[in-house]
């Protein structure tokens, strides 16, 4: 069996890429330029918030459980958005969501009582939620199917990138006053008016398709069990990793580095991993990042007192996790369309704010017994069964295939 090239792969994944540019919908387009410059303000939120809580003195109890008002927000509003947007349209209820977000970063920015922001963060949580599924939903229904994989590893390239600059901007001008929100704000009057624009290539869902969102369970398992655990993945790894190498008596900085490392790994491997799953099939690949996820768990507990090895294991480990949501959209493109589609994106979208709140207490109460070792353990579990779940059992269930595997 001949080896593949890397420097030819490399070539190759570049040029489709300048060519899919090119070809792309001016609906997919704008929808992943909006998306990613609205998570700028989304990654920005989270330090920020808990920074400005911090310094009115709150306790970190209550710090965190006014951060799982978000999760929760996307977890009520989720299963409720296939009927709102049939009622009254994607593009009414993304433009709409941005607006009720750019309100929200006001009244945040101007009412700095915690009690006030339990609600405010929660409404922030159903704001976010309506501009991801309906974007999401977007991406997909326009992607051509034998480009999806890169089109979707690209939206989750620059969703990501988004959601990294976000932190590094509260480092630049720093968490004080009203400049924060206001960059925040300015985000989503970028984003706002690219979906204004592009109201004629984005598509609506016929209002006369119906699906449950429950009901979806039942036809996609695997893929919520992939969203799942990237979801849990970068929820546990964004909140606790700083204090696991700390427990190895790491420098915060250094710490603070290694996050870094991996959030740039997960932001430059994405398009990669979808130009394979153009390529092979999904469900192996899936299984082979879930597995070598759990590879990385193993290595990270070896690697952390020290060695170099630490840094590239670091770089892939993130973006192999993290590529399990990618296969997972990619997947839910190919085989669902309209109202389906949008309730598959919905049910991810629950799945995410589920992972959101439990990710972190499991780990966290994981790490308070076993130590630091905790939290791989945790990891690797998870992702465990989702690499021999992805060994035996299909992607997904429905009688509409389009691109077969």
């Known amino acids: 069996m001949q080896l593949l090239d890397g420097r030819k792969i490399g070539v190759e994944i570049s040029m489709h890429n300048i060519a899919d540019i090119k070809n792309m919908n001016p609906g997919i387009i704008a929808s992943i330029a909006a998306i990613g410059i609205f998570c700028l303000t989304t990654g920005l939120s989270y330090p920020l918030f808990a920074l400005i809580l911090d310094s009115t003195g709150t306790s970190i109890g209550l710090i965190g459980l006014n951060a799982a008002m978000t999760p929760l927000g996307i977890i009520v509003s989720s299963p409720l958005i296939p009927l709102l947007v049939r009622h009254f349209g994607a593009w009414i209820m993304c433009v709409a969501g941005l607006c009720l977000a750019a309100v929200l970063l006001v009244l945040l920015a101007v009412l700095r009582d915690v009690t006030i922001w339990f609600l405010l963060r929660f409404l922030f949580g159903v704001a976010i939620t309506v501009i991801f599924i309906t974007s999401e939903t977007w991406i997909n229904q326009l992607a051509q199917p034998e480009k999806r994989g890169r089109i979707i590893g690209l939206y989750n390239t620059i ?172 997947d839910l493109g190919d085989r669902f369309s309209g109202a389906l589609l949008l309730a598959g994106n919905s049910v991810f979208g629950l799945m995410w704010g589920f992972s959101g709140i439990i990710g972190p207490s499991i780990a966290g109460v994981t790490m308070d017994i076993m130590g630091p070792s905790g939290l791989p353990l945790t990891l690797g579990i998870l992702f465990g069964a989702l690499g021999i779940a992805a060994s035996l059992m299909p992607l997904s269930k429905t009688n509409r295939i389009v691109f077969s595997r």
């Open 159 to 330: 969703a990501a990138a988004g959601f990294a600059l976000g932190p590094l901007a509260i480092a630049v001008i720093g968490s004080h006053g009203l400049l924060p929100f206001l960059v925040g704000i300015g985000g989503i009057l970028m984003a706002l008016p690219i979906i204004v624009m592009a109201r004629d290539h984005l598509p609506e869902f016929d209002d006369r398709e119906k699906a449950s969102v429950f009901s979806f369970f039942f036809m996609a398992p695997l893929l919520l069990l992939a969203v799942a655990a990237a979801a849990l993945f970068e929820q546990v790894v964004m909140s606790l990793f700083p204090i696991y190498s700390l427990r190895h008596g790491i420098a915060e900085n250094t710490g603070s580095l290694m996050l870094t490392v991996l959030i740039v790994g997960n932001v430059l491997l994405q398009v990669p991993i979808g130009w394979l799953a153009d390529r092979y099939s999904r469900r192996y690949l899936l299984s082979g990042m879930a597995f070598g996820t759990v590879a990385g768990c193993i290595l990270l507990v070896w690697l952390i007192e020290g060695s170099i090895l630490i840094w590239p294991m670091l770089f892939v480990w993130g973006a192999i996790a993290f590529g399990a949501y990618t296969i997972a959209l990619i």
